[in-house]
């Protein structure tokens, strides 16, 4: 059974830092990542992780988001920095194994002003 459990988020004043865990259980994936949704908006991608290495992310996160893996852990991280009001967000850890899609639970990030 594949799942994928995050954890870390949090409320956080503009500026400040966090960092999400995504503890992956039951494949291998081809990618992982986190996307997220703010209300009224769509979810949308923040950044992925794949198997051979490379990473992409979405403009409004470069330079201050790393998505990063401990393999020994099967874990998934996503340290953000430089924190702003619009990165307030549901954060949803995803992996992609034989090309179907699978979700966490999300995570709630909130940053103040």
């Known amino acids: 059974q594949v799942r994928l459990v995050e954890s870390g988020g949090g409320l956080v004043q503009a500026g400040g830092s966090l960092r999400l865990s995504c503890a992956a259980s039951?494949?291998?994936?081809?990618?992982i990542g986190w996307y997220r949704q703010a209300p009224g908006k769509q979810r949308e991608l923040v950044g992925v992780l794949r198997s051979g290495g490379s990473t992409n992310y979405a403009d409004s996160v470069k330079g201050r988001f790393t998505i990063s893996r401990d393999n020994a852990k099967n874990t998934v991280y996503l340290q953000m920095n430089s924190l702003k009001p619009e990165d307030t967000a549901v954060y949803y850890c995803?992996?992609?194994?034989?090309?179907?899609?699978?979700w966490g639970q999300g995570t709630q990030v909130t940053v103040s002003s």
């Open positions: 995803f992996g992609r194994a034989w090309g179907q899609d699978y």
């Open positions: 039951g494949s291998t994936f081809s990618a």
